[in-house]
């Protein structure tokens, strides 16, 4: 799709760099020149957040390991430091915790826009596979990193996590707490296992940078889906990426920073736990251990499963659906704006996230309060939630493209843009 | 019309509520204003330097508060002057004793057995009153005096809770509840029963500035304190935050008028 270089080295030394390393050769033909789908919207602007966003991280989380320490005896100290003593280190660990919220909210909307628009379908397959490794990366590091702090969530959060893993001790004896032995380095969660979880928590945004690096590649070889999902059919269709895209992406990246920095200024401890201001005490469980705001659903899921290592493949078996999407919608179009029946189980599935989301929020036991005293318990919620998100993917997606008829697509991406349609 | 069905519904949700209320439930905190709420809010100086007083000379004697400095007390950056002056915070620190590091013969003790002492200069932190965990529980019938210095940030509810522990303990005792043997009865804290006596009564301290000290007006003051030893950089953020946040409003209009100019002959 890219097509033939255009790229014209100018001076004698790009002359010469060309045919050595053409390193301007492939900026300009990626980032200038790539010819990309006109009719793009708002939620295509994710992909640059989502970029800047993880430059923010980077850059905020080098900086902070400058001053922070990884001891379980000093962690704790050594960030209240940071927000104390360090010249504006308050903002560059508000930055850091606030852009890992904002991180989620931006990678949330992108998957959901890629879900919405049939993103994942053929040729775009490897694409959609490498953003399930990023976002399952993303989780690792977040994770990672929020134990850092060593506050009491952190611990505690780290301890319920690691534990997932001893329920494997229900297939082989032994087995998972083994494993989760090896993890903590150690019986029990500890300064062996904050010190490894702060080397990945360095290690792998690095990891993600790459893997990104791979997503805009695998991006720019059948070039960009778009909102009526049908296929570029010529140059009448597309507009050079620059100026067209990098003025239009930084202008909602200037408008999602602006609600960024709105937070790290203003509200800085909205998605944070108070719990997480007091250091960790291995001895004091707190009374609810809660994930953060982006993992919740699924902790609503592990938790509506009373059985503990079915409930850990549940939640597990929740995110490797994700890789089979692209052979689980049976459908012949890709953009939901002309499957009828999909859109709206989209936006149910939607509502379901969020429904799931609040079920992970609130204490394991708690109900919702009907009329006449009569409880709902929330996790029977959570399983009807639980199981419709399971239908959307194995049953809902590969049945609405054989029972659906799709709206008229479109003869081209021209067309419809080009006339004041309809 | 249109209020009835929502009349009928808020009486149906008012009679679970009061039927569901339990006491070993905790009451929500009571409704406060502070000068550091929304996003010009400061801190009162004149009630920081209040509150100061308070937590010297009360909440001290039991809670520490190890992550403040004394030189903390001389302001936290751009748009944030000092609560009290270089000089008051000398004399502030020079009050307190601190542990000394080894004399020239490397003893930690005197003739007596005692810790060596020093005045305090800005640089220390406020002293513990206990010298570890045991002896703050030992001298507080097994209950451990929380640190102060996140205490605000660490509680659901921040500021309101914290004032409604403080003006909440010992409140009169609802037909019955039980209040745990040696604990006092506290409506807003988990379970109700606190380990902490009331701590203030009015005139508990006296302030230099004349304002009456009633038991509200010290718990507002000392709250406030607390407030500010939790995030002492809160003004530098908001300062900051506000040149931050036109930039970006800037930032973005002219990146919309680019978008728009740039798109205006693609269509």
Redesign the interface.
Known sequence: MSGPSTYVPKSGFSRWMDSRLPLARFAHDTMLTFPTPRNLNIWYAFGAILTVMLGIQIVTGVVLAMHYVANANLAFDSVEGIMRDINYGWLIRYMHANGASFFFIAVYIHMFRGLYYGSYKAPREVLWILGVILYLLMVATAFFGYVLPWGQMSFWGATVITNFFSALDQIVPHMGSSIATWLWGGYAVGDPTLNRFFSLHYLLPFVIAGVVGLHIWALHVPGNNNPLGIDVKGPQDTVPFHPYYTVKDGFYVALFLLVYVGFVFYAPNFFGNPDNYTPANPVVTPPDIVPEWYLLPFYAMLRSVPQKLLGVLVMAGSLVTLVFVPWLDTSKVRSSRFRPLMKQFFWLFVVDCVILGYCGSQGADASLEMMHGMQLPLVWIARLGTAFYFAFFWLIMPLLGLIETPKPLPASIAQPVLSPAE | MKALPLALAGL?LAG?TA??EDMSEPMPPKDVHWSFEG?FGTYDRAALQRGFQVYKEVCSACHSLN?VAFH?LGGGGEGSPGIFSDAQIKAIAAGYKIAAEPNDKGETTDDKGQPLTRPGIPADHFPAPFANENAARANNGGALP?DL??IV????G?ARYVYSIVTGDGSPVPHGFKVIDGKYYDPYF?GRNISMPPPLRADSVTYSDGTPATVDQEAHDVVTFLAWA?E??ME???H???G??AF??L??GL??L??RR??KD??
């Open positions: 149906l679970t039927f569901a996003p992550l903390d929380p210095s996140l940030k660490a509680r659901e921040g988990p939790s002492p950089k530098e953020r908001k900051i935050g506000l931050v946040m970006m409003v930032l973005s990146l919309f680019s978008y740039v798109w693609a269509h």
